[in-house]
C-alpha cells in the first residue's frame, strides 16, 4: 500500500470486509489502532491519516471538507480497485462520522463504485446538526472544548512543542467544522448503524436517531455508556456492533 492517506494495524487474514476508520476533529489513524485489534482478524482495517498529523504533520491540513472528502474519494477509488470483489464499510467518529458520510456520497454518486455495505456513524448527529460556532473558536476555545470532551491526554495539550505539533491541524478541523453546511441531496441508499455514549456532552442519543432521516437503507443505534469517546472503554462491545452490522447485512444480501 503506497498511499499516504491510510495505515493498517493488524494483518487479514482472510476475505472478510474491508473496514475504513475515519478519525475525529484533532485525532490519528493511531485512534483505531486498538479497535482494529478487537475486530476479526478476516477484516481489512484501513485508518485514515489525515494531512497535517503524525507522519503527515509537514503537509497542510484541510479546512474544508469538500476537497477533504474530494481527495479521500480519490484515494479510496485506487485503494477499492485494487481489490474490487472485497465488500467495505466506513466506521466514522464525531468528524470522522461526517467525512465518512459525505465520502460515501460521492463514492456511491459520482464515481459509481459499489456501495459500501453499511456505514458506522458514531459520536455526531446527522448533518443538518449544528454542535456550535466553530468557525469563531480562537485557539483557547478549541483547546478548552477538546478538554470538555475528553479522549486527549491533557499532559500533552500542556507541552509546549507538542502543542505546536497537533494545534495546526486541531485549528484546521474546527474550521471545516464551523464552515461545513449541509447541501441537501436525497437519502443515500447505505444501511446505517449510528453509535454514542449515553453521556456525551455534544452528541444526544436523539441527535444520533437522526441519521436515520439520511438512508433509505436500514438503521440500528447503538448506545454505550460513557461520555464523547465512550468507544475507547468499550472496545470489545464496539467491535462486536460492527461485526453484527456487517454479518447481518451479508445475511441479507
Not at 498529523?53 to 503537509?59: P, T, V
Not at 449541509?182 to 449510528?194: K, Q
Request: with cysteine; charged share 25%; net charge negative.
Amino acid at each position: 500500500m503506497n498511499s499516504t492517506w491510510f495505515r493498517r494495524f493488524t494483518k487479514s487474514t482472510g476475505g472478510g470486509p474491508r473496514l475504513v476508520c475515519f478519525p475525529h476533529a484533532g485525532g490519528s489513524a493511531t485512534a483505531f489502532k486498538e479497535l482494529a485489534h478487537h475486530l476479526p482478524s478476516a477484516f481489512d482495517v484501513l485508518a485514515v491519516q489525515y494531512p497535517g498529523r503524525q507522519d503527515r504533520f509537514r503537509e497542510e491540513p484541510f479546512a474544508a471538507l469538500d476537497p477533504l472528502v474530494t481527495a479521500l474519494a480519490a484515494e479510496l477509488t485506487r485503494e477499492l480497485a485494487a481489490d474490487p470483489g472485497r465488500p467495505y464499510a466506513f466506521f466514522g467518529h464525531s468528524m470522522g462520522a461526517l467525512v465518512a458520510f459525505e465520502t460515501a456520497r460521492i463514492l456511491t454518486a459520482e464515481r459509481r463504485l459499489p456501495a459500501p455495505e453499511r456505514l458506522f456513524l458514531s459520536g455526531r448527529g446527522g448533518p443538518e446538526h449544528r454542535d456550535a460556532a466553530y468557525e469563531k473558536f480562537d485557539d483557547k476555545a478549541v483547546l478548552d472544548d477538546v478538554l470538555r470532551l475528553g479522549g486527549t491526554d491533557q499532559a500533552m495539550l500542556e507541552d509546549p512543542d507538542l502543542l505546536e505539533l497537533v494545534m495546526p491541524a486541531l485549528r484546521a478541523d474546527y474550521r471545516l467544522l464551523g464552515a461545513y453546511e449541509w447541501g441537501g441531496g436525497e437519502p443515500i441508499g447505505v444501511p446505517v448503524t449510528a453509535l454514542t455514549g449515553d453521556s456525551d456532552p455534544m452528541t444526544t442519543v436523539e441527535d444520533a436517531r437522526t441519521w436515520q432521516r439520511y438512508t433509505t437503507g436500514d438503521f440500528a443505534l447503538g448506545v454505550f455508556p460513557g461520555g464523547h469517546f465512550y468507544l475507547f472503554d468499550h472496545l470489545e462491545k464496539v467491535a462486536a456492533a460492527v461485526t453484527d452490522g456487517l454479518l447481518a447485512g451479508a445475511a441479507a444480501g
